[in-house]
């Protein structure tokens, strides 16, 4: 397998509910897979499950074929729709802190010349997001979109193997939105990223993702509801070249001919 | 215009701040001017020149007993003890409350106790730190603490716990162990809400220090109000009162503006 991510067979059951079932996926390096489904459908709890914050009740996940451990790690980045960032840290002690906690255990924090070369390095990937010119304020100066842009350079300082979005854009207005679609694509091709992000806005989800899953229960019990989870009853994979800019998602599938946005043959997959 | 959105300026607001203290001092003045008409010897409601008299010995003329200027030793002695109290509190509130609220297992483990400790009247528990610590000035202190700590524990507890989820998840992916997530993360939120939390405790600190004084002391603001209550000296207890609102609303007044000079990000967007 060569697979970045794999999760096998994996259930996430809280007491007698099963929120997800017979999750089998594989998620390529590179890719930038989006989630989508219905609320309660367990797509934050799937997410949960791949940051370490919580642990599946069954089945394995492997990370560049090792074991998961059920805690969060700094292979793995996060960006969430609200409090991503540190409202007492500046832009920049907020960039600075992934690199503080790694370079100084005892103290977390680091002075002179290391600091002035983590602080070089905090600024440069400040630059990649847009905020060079913000680098002194606190998160409560700065607009919603500004945060998240926070977020991204916060967690992909760490240089993560895994970015994981959950609904990074749902807060934001729809022009801002646009904006950060286009730099989140940019991102993912100029530091080569795996990206999985949870979203509730489907053409968000089409436009920006390399490969589609929709999670929604695929057996109902109408007396026990709660006895059936929600697994992938879609994986739709996307051919779309990294450079393409966000929002004109093209697809090249053969049969579809040339120029269709973003029209995807439907495949139910074995999950079923 | 709705008395809702009547938004007063801070010259305005500074004037009619002034207003009823002004009309509570005339009243009291042509109250007691009044008494002091009827019988020029009242002891109730003095009037203002008697106050300064009676003050004015113990204010500059040194106590034949002790040889001390009673009002600075009164004011020295309450004080100290209630700035070792308040100190002690503070620090038991910053470790305590921190671990407790950010570090489940402490949380469960020691939770019940403080909150055990916290539900008991500090009052009735004055006989046994007397009996404990002797009538000396541990007594005094750890009435304070034990009054005013828990609550602050408590608080600080609660605000940690209520740190979003997602600002813990996130330090972790950032690579923090629970060590630098309690130095970075927990310990510079908790320190603005520390601040208020003094603010809020300083009342019962008060309260507790001027209770364990008039009991079991030999100085000391409460002390001395206690002392000369046996008297009916108004002319004392009338500016000993005063003094004491003054230090507790300029304690106030600086802690509030060192937190909103120390902690600007905690004070909204417009700092």
Known sequence: ?272 | MRWVNRNIGRRNSLLLGAIPILVLLMVYLVVSADRHAINPSDKILPIPGAMVQAMWGLVFEPDRLSGRLLFWADTFASLQRLGLGIAISTLAALIVGILLGILPPVRATFSTLVTGIAVIPPIALLPILFIAFGLGETAKVALIVIGVAPFMIRDIAAHMAALPREQIVKAQTLGASTWQLILRVALPQAMPRLIQAVRLSLGPAWVFLISAEAIASDIGLGYRIFLVRRYLAMDVILPYVAWIALLAATTDILLNWSSRRLFRWAHGANH
């Open chain 1, 1 to 272: 397998m060569n697979a970045l991510l794999s999760l096998q067979n994996v259930w996430v059951e809280y007491g007698d509910k099963v929120v997800l079932e017979r999750i089998n996926l594989n998620i390529e390096a590179g890719s930038f897979v989006s989630i989508i489904g219905p609320s309660g459908a367990g797509k934050s709890s799937l997410l949960r499950v791949l940051l370490g914050q919580e642990a599946p009740t069954k089945g394995t996940i492997l990370l560049n074929d090792e074991p998961l451990k059920p805690q969060c790690e700094p292979d793995r980045g996060v960006v969430f729709q609200r409090y991503s960032v540190f409202s007492h840290l500046t832009v920049l002690g907020n960039t600075v802190f992934g690199l503080e906690c790694a370079q100084a255990p005892l103290t977390a924090r680091l002075f002179g010349a290391r600091r002035r070369a983590a602080e070089a390095e905090a600024e440069e990937m400040l630059a990649a997001v847009g905020l060079s010119d913000n680098l002194h304020l606190y998160p409560a100066q700065m607009s919603g979109g500004m945060q998240q842009r926070l977020a991204i350079a916060q967690a992909l300082i760490k240089r993560p193997r895994l970015l994981l979005l959950d609904e990074p854009f749902g807060a934001l207005d729809p022009g801002i939105r646009a904006d950060m679609h286009a730099l989140i694509t940019r991102l993912w091709s100029d530091y080569s990223l795996t990206v999985v992000m949870v979203t509730h806005d489907i053409g968000e989800a089409f436009s920006l993702g390399t490969r589609v899953l929709t999670l929604d229960k695929a057996r109902h019990d109408p007396h026990a509801p709660h006895r059936y989870g929600a697994t992938v009853v879609y994986d739709l994979p996307l051919k779309k070249q990294a450079t393409v800019e966000a929002g004109t998602c093209v697809d090249n599938g053969a049969e579809n001919g040339p120029e269709v946005n973003c029209i995807i043959t439907v495949d139910e997959t074995r999950n079923n």
